[in-house]
């Protein structure tokens, strides 16, 4: 084996999305002692280290992507008592704690915004990225993540505020030495309380073109600042020196949410020299049934077809190999649930197809993230109106694209909601069958999906058959087996249309995967001569050259 060891490599990941996870104290909103309750459950899933979405103090106008003190908890999740209590419960059950890390921007109520925003010779000033209009309007066309302009007009000063996502998140300005000595300080604090880790939110996104010039115009309104906010001209030089100060001197784990990351980028901030991150999300896979539409931009959607979405992944696969770790995800809270989006959500479909997609995913070469619920096969939810949904990505879209330019009508956008939004991802997780899922005793913060009835941990942890136990069989079979963290990807069955199989190589061991992407019986070759046993399947019987609907089989040779 010629890979380097590494724990982060070997675990696998949980993510939290505090809000939406357990209420412990009957307001409606997920909290800390909510997931502090909840320990033993991801212990018996088996998972090694949780990332906890923000927690920090904040206004949550982006659910808690909107920090206004770093080192403080938000009031309605808990106190600092209750996180040093679930940090310390976790690692008595042998479980890590990564920390969501959101510094391309700060709430506009942090001290430091509020200081900067005064005057122009504040000494906070130069904290964030204030520019001047211009003829009569923003410095450019860029359009903010949230929809609307990326700049906000300031009274106080009549100069403009550069913001990325919403207008209450202003980015900070990291040519600024102090804030950059700033932000590693506060790091340095977290891990000195003993974290193992983070997840850097945007963090391709620190750097920006100094230029600010105008943007491609897609949707006839405002110009697209991807290609000069992502992947900027010092954003690896930034990195290199948080990893000198702060990451290089603790045993932790890093992975970058690296929006408009290419392969070669990602060879940069991954690499296996250590010198920057440990692993980069990157979005191809997720990005595959986005339509070119215009006006629909994010919010097109199609059912994926097998294709484009292999070709992503196999190609991250092979050129990461060797040079740089990966990440593996189909799930997380910014995204629409992968069965319903990739798999299948109908009742005679959901369980099969949720561990097909579990299988592809949890076989490859790279470090697995599950989203909470994932492990449950829960599924999107159906919006029906403009109460149904809270967050300010669809809010600011629906208000922009239905209301203002009427571009699409309601019920369209309604219909791209309950396929691609962000909140198909964050209703409350599903405990059990008794009101609201078990989530929480009182008014839930956004409407639980009405399938909690049916899908809901509960029923999961009593039926073997359930999407829990075989997530809780493939990660065990990671933590069992070298060859699935270490093996070599190579892809198979290039030709086919409808089932993805790869093997991975280690030494004499060979492992064989194949999924069945479709609800009709596929053929497939690739068991053909072997009698070994599966590692894993969800099924019990198999046909030879021929998978059945959805059907994933492993086998080691
Ligand atoms: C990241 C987060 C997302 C958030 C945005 C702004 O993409 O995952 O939830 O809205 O950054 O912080
Ligand atoms: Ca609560």
Known sequence: MNEKKAWWKEAVIYQIYPRSFADSNGDGIGDIPGITAHLPYLKDLGIDVIWLSPVYKSPNDDNGYDISDYRDIMDEFGTMADFDEMLAKAHQLGLKIVMDLVVNHTSDEHAWFVESRKSKDNPYRDYYIWKEGKNGGAPNNWQSAFSGSAWELDDATGMYYLHCFSKKQADLNWENPKVRDEVFDMMTWWCDKGIDGFRMDVISMISKDPAYPDGEVKDGIYGDFGPYV???????????????????????MTVGEAVGVTIDEAKKYASNDGKELNMVFHFEHVDVDATSTPVLGKWGYEHPHLRPFREILNKWQLELEGIAWGSLYLDNHDQPRAVSRFGNDAPEWRVLSAKMLGTLIHMMKGTPYVYQGEELGMTNMVFRSKEDFRDIEEINAYRQYVEEHHMISSEEMLRCFSAVARD?????????????????????????????TTINAKAAVNDPDSVFHYYQKLIRLRHENPIIVYGTFRPLLLESETVYAYERILDDQRLIVACNWTDQPQPCPVFDGTDAPDLISNYETHVAGQLQPYEARVVLV
Request: proline share 10%.
């Open 424 to 452: 198909n991802a964050r209703t409350p997780m599903q405990w059990d069958d008794s009101e609201n899922a078990g989530f929480t005793t009182g008014t839930p913060w956004i409407p639980v999906n009405p399938n909690y």
């Open 230 to 252: 992502c992947n900027g001209p010092h954003v690896h030089e930034y990195l290199q020196e948080m990893n000198r100060r702060v990451l290089s001197r603790y045993d932790i």
